[in-house]
């Protein structure tokens, strides 16, 4: 019975072997889409964009880039086999770019739809907005960078991992869209000087409208926040103290992080939901251009530390409530402690949240001051 067994399965592995050997294809045929570009144009037509490497060694120029007019994706891949001068295979996206334009339009997500219902199709695409022009970014294939594929994940990655912006992949875009507690982020990017940039986070409504930017230091006060930053990113701000004369912001001090800790604490009362959020940082000094007594006199810079820090998490906050969006994720507390009351309103959360009593306190806590005093 065991040889049998065994025949059966070197049978099994050899049909693997044989077949797949019968199905190879050179990659000099093949076409890999690593970047789905979409925006619209002036006249609100629906643009689709490709760039896919070329593995030819006779050509320098190492990616090819498709165009295109569709009403849909799936209705444009007639016109990428059109274009494209191998077979398709599969939809290894690294990046998706969406063009700025398109959202300031309801109803551009179910454009993604062929992205989640086909299961060829990856769903750990980092989804980045762009303002500007997509074609331009497509096409500015500059000499001493990677394809922009490349270029474009590997800048989101390193950014995000110091929480500088946030790599929003299709699949957490979907969540963020169909969970009633959040509303969604991506991150942004622009051509400055003739070199793409990561500009922060870009903040939507809950039907996808561009709503507004992060810059760095905003992103990494959300991270706090959601409780997804990582230790080790850092934040620099100017004391309120009088600089001196001079061009340089000799009133500024910068520190980088070891532990944080996020306590939110959910609350309903008198038909108002109440948020008491408390930061605690763990931070060594990675600059003060003013002359103080840190040996002796770290208690009082961290209190004024604090004091900064506290500061801007308010206003971020106020930032979030004026524009009536909760890319923190509140919802989802107010949905797990307060669920009858949340359950009212889900369906206009932001608004609601935008009504909410909302209070920060950041404690900073100097554990390490540098070698030199």
Known sequence: MSRTITRLAIIAVLSLILSSCGDQL?????TIPLLLGMDLDKNDKFHFYLTTPVFSKNIKKKSSEMIGVAKTLRQSRSEQDAQSAGSTQGRNYQIIL?????????????????????????????????????????????????????????????????????????????????????????????????????????????????????????TVLMS?????????????????????????????????TGKVKTKIKTGFKNNRFKFDIKVSLVVGLSEHLFPFDVYHDSKQLENMISQQVTSHFNALI???????IDPIGLGVYARAHEYKAFKKVEDDWAKVLSQADITVTAKVKIAAMGPIK
């Open 98 to 218: 969406i063009g700025k334009r398109m959202l300031e339009h309801e109803g551009w997500f179910p454009m993604l739809d062929v992205i989640y219902r086909d299961a060829r199709n990856t769903i750990t695409d980092r989804v980045v907005v762009v303002d500007g022009s997509v074609p331009e970014m497509l096409y500015l294939n500059p000499p001493d960078q990677p394809m922009l594929p490349i270029l474009l994940r590997g800048m989101v990655d390193t950014t995000s991992s110091h929480s500088e912006t946030v790599s929003t992949t299709a699949h957490e875009l979907h969540r963020q869209f169909f969970d009633k507690g959040v509303t969604p982020y991506v991150s942004q990017v622009k051509i400055i000087g003739g070199k793409v940039r990561i500009q922060g986070t870009a903040l939507l409504s809950k039907t996808g409208i561009y709503k507004g930017l992060l810059n760095a230091q905003e």
């Open 318 to 324: 106020t930032k979030f409530q004026k524009l009536e």
């Open 224 to 256: 706090i926040l959601q409780k997804n930053a990582l230790p080790g990113f850092s934040l620099s701000y100017q004391l309120p103290e009088e600089p001196k004369k001079t061009p340089f912001a000799t009133n500024t001090v910068s520190f980088s």
């Open 26 to 30: 050179n990659l000099e045929n093949a």
